[in-house]
């Protein structure tokens, strides 16, 4: 069974920082790009951060120099350091292993992990 189990999240003033985790468990690991979704409430949901196969990486404009996304192939698993917190950062964060481009087309997502930035 494919799981991908997230951990990290929780509250933070403005200006502080969290790692989130992701691991993943039934998948080729090393075979997907990775990405980080938020959707706040009311949102829609909207992706943050991904990472490709050979580590390339690209972020949402306004999480730029400020979050980090990062993978370790060997522990199947995919971070996103979040520094400099703002509250506008407040929204549940999902993990996401989007379909191959070749292979079964499945897509993957964590359960997602709450985080809260505020005053």
């Known amino acids: 069974q494919v799981r991908l189990v997230e951990s990290g999240g929780g509250s933070v003033q403005p200006g502080g920082s969290l790692r989130l985790s992701c691991v993943a468990f039934?998948?080729?690991?090393?075979?997907?790009?990775m990405n980080w979704y938020r959707q706040a409430p009311g949102k829609q949901r909207e992706l943050v951060a991904a990472?490709?196969?050979?580590?390339?990486?690209n972020y949402e404009d306004s999480v730029k120099g400020r979050f980090t996304i990062s993978r370790d192939n060997a522990k199947s698993a995919v971070y996103l350091q979040m520094n400099s917190l703002k509250p506008g950062d407040t929204a549940d964060y999902y993990c996401?292993?989007?379909?191959?481009?070749?292979?079964?087309?499945?897509?993957?997502w964590g359960q997602g992990t709450q985080v809260t930035v505020s005053s």
């Open positions: 996401n292993a989007p379909p191959l481009p070749i292979g079964p087309q499945r897509e993957y």
């Open positions: 039934g998948i080729i690991f090393r075979l997907y790009t």
């Open positions: 990472i490709t196969v050979g580590g390339t990486t």
